[in-house]
């Protein structure tokens, strides 16, 4: 394979920005036959606010150490036995989801629940195209985004067929009553983290997502945040490499899969907000739009996406929730990391954003 140099945010600054105690967890994993190579100084990727992940070598090969965030981690969240348990059955089934090698539920350890998995060579892509891939393009002249954006909703429909019973995992979550389970534990988290100040936007948006039907849904296997930096990818081909990040991981509504990742797939005129969060770079690029996407998915799952608009609005809530808690989370002290500062106009214009997408001006 061609060798192209990674980008230079593929690990933060220094060899490690928050240690953990590799000596501690070299004794713990020697007792369960494992070597862990405390020579080579580990090497924390940058990515995301959430989890950690760290640049190991165990047994003499490289693996990723994942661990929760430092300090209170949010009822379910950050879940990472539940996250090994789903990688260990799809690795079985999707070679993209790699192989975890060790979880540990001792807090004593590392100070929270952690597992050691594969590590899969490749780039991450956030809310800018890297440069060693801007001027890619494939056989057919195809422009990078193309090519991605159309592997983003082949990986999702693809997730979504593998049947949960095969792989060990028809007992994880709740199904039943997925969608109505959700639209309530979005409406009292977004009361939660709007207390005191709630903007219009958000009123008119719960008022019509609590008005809505909840429409019939299928049960899937569903990530639950998928998004173009949840691939790993090739930099030579652009073909994805690995599926991470399933600590949301379960069993639910795949439609509502979809929707997720569309609150993420920014468009040219869309508002400030939408690129304010800086998630995916798929305003430009080639890549294929919202609309195309939808189209594309019902194509490959056979599924009739007429009755969509619950679903992408009230995915559209939980991106603007999820943006407002981790201002909260600035505005408390619970870090000073400054890319948190400007989070509350961000959420804020998102939930304007999703008046606008559920009164039909916009996609």
């Known amino acids: 394979m061609q060798r192209i140099d990674y980008p230079e945010k593929k690990y933060l600054t220094g060899s490690v920005v928050i240690p953990q105690d590799w000596e501690r967890l070299a004794s713990y994993l020697n007792r369960h036959n494992l070597s862990l190579d405390t020579s080579n100084p580990a090497r924390q990727f940058a990515a995301g606010f959430g989890n950690l992940n760290y640049l190991i070598s165990v047994n003499g090969r490289n693996a990723v150490l994942r661990r929760p965030p430092l ?9 990472m036995m539940r996250e090994s348990l789903i990688m260990r059955g799809l690795s079985s089934q999707i070679d993209l989801v790699p192989r975890c090698i060790h979880a540990c539920n001792d807090i004593k350890v590392l100070g929270a629940p952690f597992f050691i998995m594969e590590f899969r060579e490749g780039i991450v892509i956030g809310g800018e195209m890297p440069l060693c891939i801007a001027g890619w393009r494939g056989p057919k002249g195809e422009e990078p985004g193309d090519h991605l ?6 990986t999702l429909a693809r997730l979504h067929r593998v049947a949960p019973a095969k792989i060990g995992l028809e007992q994880l979550g709740r199904p039943d009553g997925f969608l109505h389970r959700t639209r309530e534990g979005w409406h009292k988290r977004a009361q939660i983290a709007w207390e005191g ?3 219009v936007a958000l009123s008119e ?3 019509w997502l609590s008005a809505q039907p909840i429409p019939d849904a ?3 296997l569903i990530h639950n945040d998928f998004k173009l930096d949840n691939l790993i990818v090739n930099p030579v081909n652009l073909e994805p490499t690995a599926m991470i990040d399933w600590d949301m991981g379960t069993r639910g509504d795949p439609l509502y899969d979809l929707a997720v990742l569309l609150s993420y797939w920014t468009e040219v005129g869309d508002p400030d907000a939408m690129f304010q969060m800086n998630q995916m770079p798929t305003a430009s690029n080639g890549f294929i739009s919202r609309q195309d996407a939808v189209r594309m998915y019902s194509e490959l799952s056979k599924q009739d996406l007429s009755d969509f608009g619950f679903r992408r609005v009230l995915a559209i809530l939980r991106t603007a929730c999820i943006f407002r808690q981790l ?6 002290g619970g870090t000073r990391d400054p890319r948190y500062k400007s989070f509350g106009l961000t959420a ?3 939930l304007e954003f999703g008046v606008d997408v559920a009164n039909n001006r916009c996609f």
Do not use: C, F, H
């Open 197 to 199: 100040e709630v903007p």
């Open 71 to 79: 300090g209170p981690i949010p009822m379910g969240g950050n879940d």
């Open 327 to 332: 201002y909260r989370r600035y505005t408390s």
């Open 218 to 220: 299928k049960t899937a």
């Open 205 to 207: 948006l719960l008022i």
């Open 348 to 350: 804020n214009g998102i």
């Open 149 to 154: 954006g159309r592997v983003l909703v082949q």
